[in-house]
């Protein structure tokens, strides 16, 4: 079975800093999507980035960037110019493209955003 | 476009009371799924719907039950609601055609609390 895990359970950065949220992920698969959601306070599940595992580039989608590294089966989210507006829940997430088509979400890191 | 319609948003329920959680859908998608999301634990899969006809059980299914009505909706029923189902619910679809607009799209979330 799957598994996604996020070991940090909390990270705090400064405002116009970067961070780096770890996520590493255990399949035995080698055709999947990997997913960071952003849940802030409101409830909302919102998708920050979405990486096809038969892609090599890193996907980017403006001040978000992931590394991307399959053979360690690691996802990692950067936040380059942190705002107060990214404090939130960030959680990892896997999906099959097997067939199955579930979702595995690791257990999130709440990241604080300093002012 | 309204996306996934979860009913309720919040409820109480005294322990041993049934209850069902709606959900809909206009997007034609055809996986539907469900979460629940607990402190520290993340979004955790109850069950889901891969396509109209069928479901599957996910991580945690012990004391739900759940019914694909159709392709638009799929409802998840607490049949004698226990402490320990206290929760944040989350409805979700995705279409699974692979293609680039994969992902999954949340409801708003329902708040259940079991006394």
């Known amino acids: 079975a799957q598994t996604v895990t996020q070991s940090q359970p909390e990270m705090s950065v400064q405002e116009a800093e970067t961070v780096t949220l770890s996520c590493t992920y255990d399949?035995?698969?080698?055709?999947?999507?990997l997913f960071w959601y952003k849940q802030p306070p409101s409830r909302q599940m919102i998708l920050v980035i979405r990486?096809?595992?038969?892609?090599?580039q890193n996907a980017t989608e403006n001040r978000f960037s992931v590394n991307f590294q399959k053979a360690a089966k690691s996802f990692s989210l950067k936040i380059s110019d942190s705002q107060l507006g990214d404090a939130a829940m960030y959680f990892c997430?896997?999906?099959?493209?097997?067939?199955?088509?579930?979702?595995?979400f690791g257990t999130g890191t709440r990241l604080k955003v300093l002012a | 476009n309204a996306g996934v319609t979860q009913t309720p948003k919040f409820q109480v329920l005294k322990t041993g009371q049934s209850m069902t959680l709606q959900c809909a859908q206009d997007?034609?998608?055809?996986?539907m799924y469900w979460y629940r999301q607990d402190p520290g634990m993340g979004l955790r899969l109850i069950y889901y719907?891969?396509?109209?006809?069928?479901?599957d059980k996910g991580e945690v299914p012990n004391g739900y039950n759940v019914s694909r009505l159709n392709k638009r909706e799929f409802s998840l029923r607490l049949e004698s609601a226990a402490p320990s189902q206290t929760s944040v619910y989350f409805c979700?679809?995705?279409?699974?055609?692979?293609?680039?607009?994969?992902?999954?799209?949340f409801g708003s979330g329902t708040q259940l609390s079991v006394l």
């Open positions: 979700a679809s995705s279409p699974t055609n692979r293609g680039l607009n994969e992902k999954l799209f």
């Open positions: 399949t035995s698969e080698s055709d999947y999507y």
């Open positions: 990486q096809e595992a038969y892609k090599q």
């Open positions: 997430a896997y999906s099959s493209n097997s067939g199955t088509y579930k979702y595995i």
């Open positions: 997007m034609n998608h055809n996986s």
């Open positions: 719907s891969a396509s109209e006809g069928t479901t």
